[in-house]
Structures are given as structure tokens and as C-alpha cells.
């Protein structure tokens, strides 16, 4: 069974097709990258996958671990263990992030029929995720994302997969608006989360965080579908030919 | 309007105001003894000393007012023609509608004076204890406070009910600084589901003094707040910092109009209010800012939430400006919860109903968290969570 089954799906955004007929299979243990031009879908695609208000299925279907993915509440998809990465995490002033933390956590743990996380451990497993991702202890007590600036975002995104540990993350831009340290510190977030009994769907504009988050498979997509896909290679060949050649192709 | 009459709903400033069940209560004043009061006060805070009033009335037995006290009680007549020319002559010239503290003045027998000396300190707990009904009459609290040259005073306000089922208040605040003094107000209402609550408070703030008021709104089932505060010297500063639930059928106005009367002073005007069920909530922050008050600084911001689908909100800003060299920001906004930040929170695997409550909760600690008495910011976030929002585990944890 595939961790994560796409097939064949369309979808629209106030009237307009976005997905076309994208499939796609992420197997457990495996880092895919979808790349692509502005307007291709990739974005919608993630927020598809997450179950956001405003995206109308039109076809087609997601299987996660087995489970119809679709007819799933965004809460559901959250506690079965997908986890988006906000290309524009936003600003929730007066919940902080620790508060979040836990009963994002205690949401999962919910489902799962576990006790509530014991508050001492829970703070301890933070901390380390933190000192990982290099963020100041400071972070907890502040609003989510609240005056962040885009890379404190981007980080504090990817904390929050780290404390969450999903079975799949779908990570959209987490690499935009990084300078290079930056950039390095989420790619060694992404790659502490890697195991066999995980997945990584990794939506980048850029080749540059390929370089520190090896991809499994890379996939381009254009005009709501894959149209092509290869491994790291290909995302090298982007990068240098851009992508109109796939475009024609496709 | 005679000059002892209630206001109506055709009059603009009091067009949100739910003014049946104050007409309905008896207008003379409770007479003592005119009920058996369940007083169940919070624990005193440290540091303060308290004075309770039962419907309107000191009461001894529940106070613990210190010897040295810069407080006393001082019967009415005693304080009344002071009080009058002030509301008449320095404020009452601003057009600001008075009636209901008028009426306060024509029927209440006692005074609570604070007049802490120059340069003195003084903590004081305020708690104002309404249980007698309507049929028995009305509670007049009245409180006056003259602060010293550069004193600091600290005052803890509470509206609370005590049995009643609809106790009626007009309450009144005449509040002087004199040059850098600093007074730090919070108040909260928290009176019976079926009381009805009114107050008038009037500010008149010298050279360098700051007024600041938080002012916390959710009992009872009809309250107004009329606010008047007048930077009267230069340098004068004036912090207003609401938070207002509106549940059941509560209607909650708020009225504040703040007045720039010298150079360089500031104001800082924050309203977060919660309109529920059908639940009716209004803000109207007028500021002024005159000729003189060159440099003068102001920043509003007005904000409501509607989460039933009879409730009604409104946050009005008003801006009067009659200076060029002035720094005016304002904003007000009355809408539903942010879906963005809803979905964040539900793809984080909340359930939807936790969601909307952390997101109410975030809304209404933007006012509420600016109470910086810690032990009181406690004790009304645990107000909210049991009336109104249900945060799991949030309270006390800003």
C-alpha cells in the first residue's frame, strides 16, 4: 500500500481548473520534490491535499494509508498524520506557539487514544527540537508566527513538524525567502524527520534545496499534471534549461 | 430631556444602548436592608486595600480599608457642589451627555473620595456589589478621585452581583490628575445575568499625567459605559484598553470620547469585543483633537467579532480634528473569524470547535492581556472561560 495515492485528480478554484488529471504514488521512506512554473498548480495541490475551503473536486481520487483522503475534515487529515508547510504561515497573535504546540499534539494523541502529553517531557522534546532548528527558546512564548520574520516562519514551520512527527509532511515553499543559512537550517529540520516509515512531498520553485534535501524523485508539474519525472537529475536539468522544454513536451 | 431624565434611543450617542430595563427599575435610591446579599468576593489583592458597597452602599463588615487610607466616605451633599460645577463648567461644556450621572447626583447619598497626596502611592479594590431588584430601587455608586502631583494610584474596579435577579446601577467616576500624576484603572462588570449596569466616567488629566483604563464588559444584561476624558495639559497621556462580551440577549455599549485639549499628548484607544448568540455589542471612540493641540498623537483601534448568527456589532471611530500638525491613526473592523487562521489551526489537527474558541480566546487576550495586575488578569480570564469561550487549558497561560 502506497503511503499516499493521487489519482487521476482534477480540481478548481473559483471556477477554474487547477488539477488536471494529476497522479502521483509517495511510498513510505521516500522524499519526492514537485517543481514547476508560477500558475502551475503546485501550491493548490498542497492545499488540496490539506483540505482547504475553496477547492472544489472534480474528479479523481486520493487514497492515504488506504484511507479516502477527501472525505476527510482538514482536522482529520491533521490527526491521520499529513502535515502542510505554509508557503505563508499566518499570524495568529494571542495563541503562542507552545500552547499550539501541545494541543496540536494532544489533538493527535486524542485520535490516537493516548493519554494527554506529560507537560515537562513535551516542553524537554521541544527544546530539542528547537536547539535543532536554531530558534530561541523566546519563540514559545510569542503568538504564532506573530512579527516573525519569513525565514522565523519558515523555521517555525517546520518545528512544528518536527514536535508533530506526520507520517507524510507536504512542505510548499518552505524554501522561499531563505538565505542560505537558513535555508540549511530547515533542510537539516526536513532530513531529522526522514526515516523508512515516513514521507516528504517537497513543493519548491528551486533546485537550491534539493541540494540539501536529497528528493528520491523529482517531478515537474505543468498545466495541473506531472509532466515529467526523473530523480535528483532532473531537477539539475531544470535548473539549467528552465522549464519551458518540459512544457513543450508535455 | 429635562435635566433628570433617562436618555432615549433617538438620541445618536445612545442609539445602542438598551435603556428598558434601567427605566424599569425604581429611580429612587435602594434603601439599606432592601435585600439579603450572597457576597462572594475574589481574594483581596495584594497590596490593595478594599472597600465594598452593597447596592450603592459602604459596607464595613466586608472592608478592610487601611487607618492611613488615602480614601473616605463623604455624604453627598458634602461633595456634591464641587462635583457639579466640574461636570458643568470644565466638562459639561464638551456637549458630552451627562444625564445619567446627573441622575446619579440627584439620587445617591454617599461619595467615595481618593486623594492620595502629592507624590503618594495608594493601591485601592473598588467592588460594587448589586443583589437588590429593580422594584426596590436603584444603586448610585459614586466615586471622585483627586490625585496629587506625581502620585500613582492603582484602582481595581468591580461590578458584581450578589443574588439579585435584576439589579439596576447608575454609577458615576469623576476622575482629576493633577500634573504627572499616573492612575492605573481597571474595572470589570461582572454583575448578574439580569442586571442592568450603567456608569459615567469623566477624566480630566493635567500636564504629563496618564490616565490609564482597562475596562473589562461581561456581565449583566444591559450595560453602557460613558467615558469623557479630557487632556487638559500638555503632555497628558490617556490609555483605554475594552474587551466586551456580548452573549445570551446582553447588549453592551460603549461610548468614549476623548478629547486633545494641549500639545503633545497622546491617546491609545483599544476595543476587542465578542458579540455571540444574540448577543449586542457597540463602540463608539470619538476623538477629538482641538486647535491647540499641536503634536498630538492618537491611535484607535476598534475591532468586533460576530460568532451567532443574531448577533449584532458595531465599532465606530470618529475623528474631529481641528490641527494640521497631528498624528491620527484609526481602525475598526467588525467581521467573523479569520478562515485563514482557522485552517491554519485545523491543519494542525484542532478540532473545529477548539479552533474557534482559541481563536476568540486570542482575539478578546488582545484587550484583556493589557490588564497587567496579574492576579486579576487570572480571575477575569476565568470569568470568560466559564461564561463564554472554552479554551481548554488557556486560561493563565498569556
New interface residues.
Given amino acids: 500500500m502506497n503511503l499516499l495515492k493521487i489519482e487521476n485528480l482534477t480540481a478548481s478554484v473559483g471556477g477554474k481548473k487547477v488539477i488536471q488529471g494529476l497522479s502521483l504514488a509517495i511510498d513510505a521512506g521516500e522524499v519526492h520534490a514537485i517543481m514547476g512554473p508560477n500558475g502551475s498548480g503546485k501550491s493548490t495541490l498542497s492545499y488540496v491535499l490539506?483540505?482547504?475551503?475553496g477547492y472544489e473536486i472534480t474528479g479523481g481520487s486520493v487514497q492515504f494509508e488506504g484511507r479516502d483522503l477527501l472525505s476527510l475534515?482538514?482536522?482529520e487529515?491533521?490527526?491521520a498524520g499529513l502535515?502542510?508547510g505554509?508557503q505563508y504561515?499566518?499570524e495568529?497573535?494571542?495563541?503562542?506557539n507552545v500552547?499550539?504546540l501541545?494541543?496540536?499534539v494532544n489533538?493527535?494523541r486524542k485520535?490516537m487514544g493516548l493519554p494527554e502529553v506529560d507537560a515537562y517531557e513535551f516542553l524537554q522534546m521541544v527544546r530539542g527540537k528547537m536547539k535543532l532548528m536554531q530558534m530561541d527558546e523566546s519563540f514559545l512564548s510569542r503568538?504564532?508566527n506573530e512579527g516573525f520574520s519569513g525565514g522565523e516562519k519558515k523555521r517555525n514551520e517546520i518545528l512544528?513538524m518536527l514536535v508533530?512527527e506526520p507520517r507524510l509532511a507536504v512542505l510548499d515553499e518552505t524554501d522561499s525567502g531563505l538565505d542560505i543559512d537558513a535555508l540549511k537550517v530547515v533542510a537539516r529540520g526536513v532530513n531529522s524527520l526522514r526515516s523508512a516509515d515516513r514521507g516528504v512531498l517537497l513543493i519548491t520553485h528551486y533546485q537550491r534545496l534539493l541540494d540539501h534535501v536529497v528528493p528520491d524523485f523529482v517531478h515537474v508539474l505543468a498545466r495541473g499534471r506531472i509532466a515529467k519525472s526523473g530523480d535528483k537529475s532532473l531537477a539539475l536539468e531544470l535548473e539549467q534549461r528552465g522549464y519551458d522544454w518540459v512544457l513543450e513536451v508535455a | 430631556m429635562t435635566a433628570h431624565s433617562l436618555p432615549t434611543n433617538r438620541d445618536e450617542n445612545w442609539r445602542y444602548t438598551n435603556l428598558r430595563p434601567l427605566a424599569r427599575a425604581r429611580i429612587d435610591a435602594v434603601v439599606p436592608g432592601a435585600s439579603e446579599p450572597r457576597i462572594e468576593l475574589p481574594t483581596l489583592l495584594p497590596g490593595y486595600e478594599r472597600w465594598v458597597f452593597i447596592d450603592g452602599r459602604f459596607a464595613a463588615e466586608y472592608s478592610t480599608n487601611a487607618a492611613d487610607s488615602c480614601a473616605r466616605l463623604l455624604s453627598f451633599n458634602a461633595a456634591g457642589e464641587a462635583l457639579a460645577k466640574v461636570l458643568d463648567s470644565e466638562i459639561g461644556g464638551a456637549g458630552v451627555d451627562f444625564s445619567l450621572a446627573r441622575l446619579n447626583g440627584a439620587h445617591g447619598d454617599e461619595v467615595l473620595l481618593i486623594a492620595p497626596a502629592d507624590g503618594a502611592e495608594a493601591r485601592i479594590e473598588l467592588n460594587f456589589v448589586v443583589t437588590a431588584p429593580a422594584s426596590a430601587g436603584t444603586s448610585y455608586p459614586r466615586v471622585q478621585v483627586h490625585a496629587g502631583r506625581g502620585s500613582h494610584l492603582r484602582i481595581v474596579e468591580r461590578h458584581l452581583g450578589g443574588g439579585g435577579a435584576d439589579p439596576a446601577v447608575n454609577a458615576a467616576f469623576d476622575l482629576a490628575l493633577r500634573a504627572d500624576a499616573q492612575l492605573d484603572h481597571c474595572r470589570l462588570q461582572n454583575c448578574a445575568d439580569g442586571a442592568s449596569c450603567f456608569d459615567t466616567l469623566t477624566a480630566h488629566v493635567a500636564e504629563r499625567a496618564a490616565y490609564r483604563l482597562r475596562a473589562v464588559t461581561l456581565g449583566g444584561q444591559a450595560s453602557r459605559s460613558t467615558i469623557f476624558v479630557k487632556l487638559a495639559g500638555r503632555e497628558a497621556r490617556c490609555e483605554l484598553f475594552a474587551a466586551a462580551i456580548a452573549g445570551r440577549a446582553q447588549t453592551h455599549d460603549i461610548f468614549a470620547e476623548i478629547e486633545h485639549a494641549a500639545p503633545a499628548t497622546t491617546t491609545r484607544e483599544l476595543f476587542r469585543g465578542i458579540a455571540t448568540e444574540r448577543g449586542k455589542l457597540a463602540f463608539n471612540g470619538k476623538m477629538i483633537v482641538r486647535e491647540n493641540a499641536h503634536e498630538a498623537d492618537s491611535d484607535q483601534s476598534l475591532k468586533t467579532l460576530l460568532t451567532g448568527n443574531g448577533a449584532e456589532a458595531a465599532a465606530r471611530p470618529q475623528l474631529e480634528i481641528y490641527t494640521d500638525r497631528v498624528r491620527a491613526r484609526h481602525g475598526a473592523t467588525t467581521g467573523k473569524l479569520d478562515e485563514q487562521m482557522l485552517f491554519y489551526l485545523l491543519s494542525r489537527g484542532l478540532e473545529r470547535a477548539d479552533a474557534q474558541a482559541l481563536l476568540q480566546w486570542a482575539f478578546i487576550e488582545d484587550a484583556v492581556s493589557q490588564v497587567q495586575l496579574a492576579p486579576l488578569r487570572l480571575e477575569i480570564e476565568k470569568l470568560i472561560a466559564a461564561n463564554f469561550i472554552a479554551p481548554d487549558g488557556l486560561v493563565g497561560h498569556s
Fill in positions: 490539506a483540505g482547504r475551503p475534515a482538514p482536522e487529515r491533521a490527526r502535515f502542510l505554509f504561515p499566518v495568529i497573535p494571542g495563541v503562542n500552547y499550539l501541545k494541543a496540536a489533538a493527535r485520535a503568538g504564532v512544528q508533530l
